[in-house]
């Protein structure tokens, strides 16, 4: 059996802050450093922008959209 009496008094102050620092880590594991949703998928779209998740999928569209207008562009130039 444990007695009270065989704890000293640094050691209980140690175990203290060693209780404390823990409670301390485990409360920042828990923590979140986004405000809201919006802010955390804006993160999310970001890195994956980033690591090339998305290609280059909106130049090749203007690539295209300009190729239609001017092939549009002669087609009219050819009929008039």
């Known amino acids: 059996?444990?007695?009270w009496g065989?704890?000293?008094?640094?050691?209980?102050t140690a175990d203290m802050f060693a209780l404390q620092?823990?409670?301390?880590?485990a409360?920042?594991?828990l923590a979140c450093s986004f405000t809201s949703s919006a802010e955390f998928e804006a993160a999310v779209i970001s890195s994956r922008r980033k690591a090339g998740a998305y290609g280059r999928g909106?130049?090749?569209r203007s690539i295209?959209?300009?190729g239609?207008?001017?092939?549009?562009l002669i087609a009219l130039i050819l009929l008039i």
Do not use: F
């Open 1 to 3: 059996m444990l007695r």
């Open 6 to 12: 065989m704890w000293r008094a640094p050691q209980l």
């Open 21 to 25: 620092s823990s409670v301390e880590r």
């Open 27 to 29: 409360g920042w594991a």
């Open 58 to 60: 909106r130049g090749r």
């Open 64 to 66: 295209t959209y300009a």
């Open 68 to 72: 239609a207008a001017i092939g549009t």
